[in-house]
């Protein structure tokens, strides 16, 4: 289906170590498995004819345009759905404004015309997302949405870029019936970019290893499983280095926060009912709930990015919201990650500036930083590994690297509130050992607080010790 043969790609700076050679054969479904930055999607570019080629050459033995036949599918790919950046604010302020706005049925006008199309977006337990306008999917909902869009134009070749991150476990389990199938129909082969060699579902038969743009030997799936020095070797465990000390006294406020029925609603859509939750500090909580629960709405509120909170009774460090601090006075003391910051976090400055432009709370650095900051703001660049790409461009980075990025954003302030919504989000196993360790020693400092969220529950720090689950209401 697929072949290189001694490709070099023709930018110096793009290049793997080594020309490729590699072949996809009918009826074969590949995982490429390697840590963030070595070269995965860069390996799908080229697949894609999206990259110049300095030697060598692709053939293709189907018919028809490569961008037809082989497709991708990307977290960055939820922003070609949406209006930039204003879609985070929109869905929160100016909610009443999106009629305009196309609804998943009339985003899949045309795709949804056989008995096959149907049973496959009942498959994904998709039905009851038709009439929702795309603005209010959560990113796990759109995630889902864009899978089932590419799978019902029948590819030959689908690439999925880690598809599993910020989806609940139905869903994972509905997307890995979804992949097999797909397999089983024989219409589209599969291959998947991973960084976690758990991803790799059973309908998987072969397996290509990279590290550093080097390309292993391709393996079958049940031998590179068992293979656990290989897999030892692609993502080597390293303990954590010691923070960076704090310069923040320990908070010795009460209550972090305090919510009293609140209820969040758009129009007839209730996303929060009478929601009754109260964290005091120190405490390290887990938020949970299915993907469209409403947790990043219920973040939204604590972090004063939803003008809805004056609405309702809620307090923060000790004082009722709408008592007379600013937005500004809140956001300085929470350190804040989600996949909706991360999708809509635009700004094509150096990594350095997106790290220092935590202290400000700022998308973009808009204030210099000051040399303590600047110190601050590389030391916990080279505690999440990333202090060798702060020069470089953020919108150059992996969707990996870009995370490590924002999480070291969040952390940089030293703040009172950690709050982490899916922050291991598309790290490899190494990264997330890592983050986790780095987690776990700031959340053991006095006066912190912690929120958690992941659909993961292995990967929850073990300084967490409370739950609250929240519900998906129709």
């Known amino acids: 289906m697929i072949r290189l043969t001694n490709v070099v790609l023709r930018l110096p700076e793009l290049q793997f170590q080594q020309p490729l050679n590699w072949e996809l054969l009918d009826g074969q479904q590949w995982a490429i498995i390697a840590p963030n930055g070595s070269g995965k999607s860069l390996f799908a570019d080229l697949l894609q004819k999206k990259l110049a080629l300095k030697s060598g050459e692709i053939t293709y033995g189907f018919e028809g345009p490569v961008s037809q036949?082989?497709?991708?599918?990307?977290?960055k790919d939820i922003y070609s759905l949406t209006d930039g950046r204003n879609t985070y604010y929109q869905q929160r302020w100016h909610s009443t404004?999106?009629?305009?706005?196309?609804?998943?049925?009339?985003?899949l006008d045309g795709l949804l015309e056989t008995e096959q199309q149907w049973m496959l977006l009942s498959l994904f337990g998709m039905e009851n997302l038709l009439s929702k306008r795309l603005i209010y999917l959560s990113s796990g909902e759109l995630?889902?949405?864009?899978?089932?869009?590419?799978?019902?134009?029948?590819?030959?070749?689908?690439?999925?870029?880690?598809?599993?991150?910020?989806?609940?476990?139905?869903?994972?389990?509905?997307?890995?019936?979804?992949l097999t199938m797909s397999v089983h129909l024989k219409k589209t082969q599969i291959l998947l970019l991973?960084?976690?060699?758990?991803?790799?579902?059973?309908?998987?038969?072969?397996?290509?290893?990279?590290?550093?743009?080097?390309?292993?030997?391709?393996?079958?799936?049940?031998?590179?499983?068992a293979d656990p020095a290989l897999q030892r070797q692609l993502f080597p465990r390293k303990e954590a280095p010691q923070l960076p000390a704090g310069h923040r006294p320990a908070s010795s406020h009460h209550l972090t926060f305090r919510m009293e029925h609140v209820s969040i609603r758009y129009g007839n859509r209730t996303i929060l009912k009478e929601v009754d939750w109260e964290v005091k500090n120190g405490e390290k909580?887990?938020?949970?709930?299915?993907?469209?629960?409403?947790?990043?709405?219920?973040?939204?509120?604590?972090?004063?990015?939803?003008?809805?909170?004056?609405?309702?009774?809620?307090?923060?460090?000790?004082?009722?919201?709408?008592?007379?601090?600013?937005?500004?006075?809140?956001?300085?003391?929470i350190g804040y990650v989600s996949p909706e910051m991360h999708l809509f976090y635009r700004e094509n400055v150096p990594a350095l500036q997106v790290v220092g432009s935590g202290f400000f709370d700022s998308v973009g650095l808009y204030r210099k930083c000051n040399e303590e900051q600047q110190q601050a703001t590389l030391e916990w660049m080279r505690l999440f590994g990333i202090e060798t790409l702060k020069d470089r461009l953020f919108l150059t980075l992996s969707s990996g690297e870009q995370r490590l990025a924002l999480l070291a954003r969040a952390?940089?302030?030293?703040?009172?509130?950690?709050?982490?919504?899916?922050?291991?989000?598309?790290?490899?196993?190494?990264?997330?050992?890592e983050a986790i360790q780095i987690i776990e020693q700031f959340c053991s400092r006095p006066g912190k607080t912690l929120i958690f969220v992941t659909h993961y529950l292995h990967e929850l720090p073990p300084c967490v010790d409370k739950?609250?689950?929240l519900t998906k209401h129709t």
């Open 97 to 107: 404004e999106s009629d305009e706005i196309k609804t998943v049925e009339e985003t």
């Open 285 to 333: 909580w887990a938020l949970s709930g299915p993907n469209g629960a409403g947790k990043s709405t219920l973040l939204s509120l604590i972090y004063a990015d939803n003008p809805q909170s004056y609405a309702n009774t809620l307090y923060l460090f000790d004082r009722k919201r709408g008592s007379g601090e600013s937005i500004w006075d809140i956001k300085k003391r």
């Open 69 to 75: 036949q082989v497709k991708s599918i990307s977290f």
């Open 194 to 225: 991973l960084a976690d060699p758990a991803d790799i579902p059973e309908s998987i038969t072969h397996v290509l290893p990279m590290q550093d743009r080097r390309v292993y030997p391709s393996e079958t799936r049940e031998a590179f499983l």
């Open 467 to 469: 739950q609250f689950e």
């Open 143 to 178: 995630r889902k949405f864009l899978i089932a869009r590419v799978l019902l134009t029948a590819p030959r070749i689908l690439i999925l870029d880690n598809p599993f991150i910020g989806l609940d476990a139905a869903s994972r389990n509905m997307l890995v019936e979804m």
């Open 411 to 433: 952390f940089v302030k030293d703040p009172d509130l950690i709050i982490l919504d899916e922050p291991l989000h598309g790290l490899d196993v190494s990264a997330k050992a």
